[in-house]
């Protein structure tokens, strides 16, 4: 006598589809939601902008909200006019250097900014071209732009870019695949 054994079908092929489509969807959508989280945003299209105290002492502190009460109305007319822009920097920080009798250094050049994140997205980390005023050795924390966000200005872009469309490569895949 055979013992009784329960007969297992296959699921239908009607099923094993609709659970593939499910599967796709469920990619797309992870794609999706990816896409939107975390769109990388382009930071190389403008001059940004740091001032780095000596140390994160008081007195150092005080120093650098002092030279930054000083520089400020200057940085809001970055975008309108560069040239004109950067030599009233230079001028009102050799008169602040020896006002404070500390050294004060403007830079200008590639700069590396860390990975940070944004209302639109997420900036990577890379090197920008950018405005760096230093106070004594610069061993204090850079704290201007997350505190003043408008002095941090981008220039805006002369000619237009042409921005890639974002490809999805769950769609391009099965373009790829169903049109031959």
Do not use: H
């Amino acid at each position: 006598m055979l013992p009784d054994y329960e007969i297992k079908r296959a699921p239908s092929i009607g099923k094993q589809i609709d659970a593939f489509i499910l599967f796709v969807w469920m990619l797309l959508l992870i794609q999706f939601c990816l896409f939107i989280l975390f769109q990388p945003m382009d930071q190389t299209d403008g001059t940004r902008f740091r001032l780095i105290a000596n140390s994160n002492s008081v007195e150092d502190q005080q120093l650098k909200n002092e030279v930054k009460n000083s520089i400020e109305p200057i940085l809001r007319t970055y975008a309108s006019n560069p040239e004109k822009t950067y030599a009233q920097l230079e001028q009102t920080v050799d008169n602040l250097s020896e006002k404070y009798e500390e050294k004060i250094i403007l830079s200008t050049g590639q700069a590396l900014f860390p990975p940070k994140v944004w209302n639109d997205g997420i900036s990577a980390q890379t090197y920008v071209e950018s405005i760096v005023i230093t106070i004594g050795s610069g061993r204090g924390d850079n704290w201007w732009c997350a505190l003043f966000p408008k002095v941090c200005y981008k220039e805006e872009i002369k000619e237009e870019k042409k921005k890639e469309k974002p490809k999805f490569f769950v769609w391009e895949w099965l373009k790829k695949k169903f049109s031959t």
